[in-house]
């Protein structure tokens, strides 16, 4: 009973703290891991709501737009194994443009070592698949998807887009679209691979990141620099 009188009174509470500072700590550790999940599944709902009907699986359900932006990524995993989604990107992406939905593609990616350039990876392998040349434009300073998102819009004018990932990728780059001003809708690559826990964990948290970019830091691209005409570059 004495506990319960302590307790029931915001002094009485802090009194007792101080007392116990272990008790305190825990407090305040519960309080913290507390806020930190309802922050981080706010920015899991935010990232959703904000994609909602503005990505499809279905060519057919997709508008006719002048460009699409393909989002690079890693062509090998662990091992020289073969990325999945990098390879379901390209065919995506390959069938937008011989369907007649996108008149041009804007592939985006990290070119920051010598060594690893995903923008003239995604360039050549489309080449394969029959996409002319002069029908694809790198971006080689995507190294982020803000980075890519922003760009598209500020470099290379395109205020209207075709997005082309995976369908957890393009709810976040669509999200980061809109806060840009972009009209822009995705275009949802085979996702038949399993999402490991390590892929939905950086997910996770590059949601959280996108929030933070555009509602708290207002974060910026890495580079932007001059004017890129589309298929002049």
């Known amino acids: 009973m004495g506990i319960s009188l302590v307790f029931s009174h915001p002094r009485g509470a802090a009194k007792a703290?101080?007392?116990?500072?272990?008790?305190?700590?825990?407090?305040?550790?519960?309080?913290?891991?507390?806020?930190?999940?309802?922050g981080g599944a706010l920015c899991q709902w935010v990232v959703f709501a904000k994609a909602t009907g503005r990505h499809h699986s279905v060519l057919s359900a997709l508008p006719h737009?002048?460009?699409?932006?393909?989002?690079?990524?890693?062509?090998?995993?662990?091992?020289?194994?073969?990325?999945?989604?990098?390879?379901?990107?390209?065919?995506?992406?390959?069938?937008?443009y011989k369907v007649g939905k996108v008149e041009h593609l804007l592939v985006s990616g990290d070119n920051r070592?010598?060594?690893?350039?995903?923008?003239?990876?995604?360039r050549r392998d489309l080449v394969a698949t029959g996409v002319p040349k002069e029908k694809i434009t790198c971006d080689f300073a995507g190294f982020r998807t803000l980075d890519s998102i922003?760009?598209?819009?500020?470099?290379?004018s395109?205020?209207?887009?075709?997005?082309?990932?995976?369908?957890?990728?393009?709810?976040r780059a669509l999200f980061l679209a809109q806060a840009s001003g972009v009209d822009a809708v995705g275009y949802d690559a085979d996702e038949s691979s399993t999402q490991s826990?390590?892929?939905?964990?950086?997910?996770?948290?590059?949601?959280?990141?996108?929030?933070?970019?555009?509602?708290?830091?207002?974060?910026?691209?890495?580079?932007?620099?001059e004017h890129i005409a589309i298929g002049k570059e």
């Open 65 to 96: 737009t002048k460009v699409a932006l393909v989002l690079g990524t890693s062509k090998y995993v662990a091992k020289g194994r073969p990325n999945l989604y990098y390879t379901q990107r390209i065919t995506a992406a390959a069938n937008l």
């Open 197 to 225: 826990a390590k892929v939905a964990l950086r997910e996770n948290l590059a949601r959280v990141q996108a929030v933070l970019d555009v509602w708290v830091l207002h974060t910026r691209p890495k580079f932007l620099g």
């Open 158 to 171: 395109q205020d209207k887009l075709i997005i082309v990932s995976q369908r957890f990728h393009n709810e």
């Open 150 to 156: 922003v760009r598209a819009k500020k470099v290379f």
């Open 17 to 38: 703290l101080k007392r116990h500072p272990l008790r305190a700590l825990l407090v305040a550790v519960a309080l913290l891991f507390a806020l930190l999940i309802f």
């Open 113 to 122: 070592k010598l060594n690893y350039n995903e923008p003239a990876t995604m």
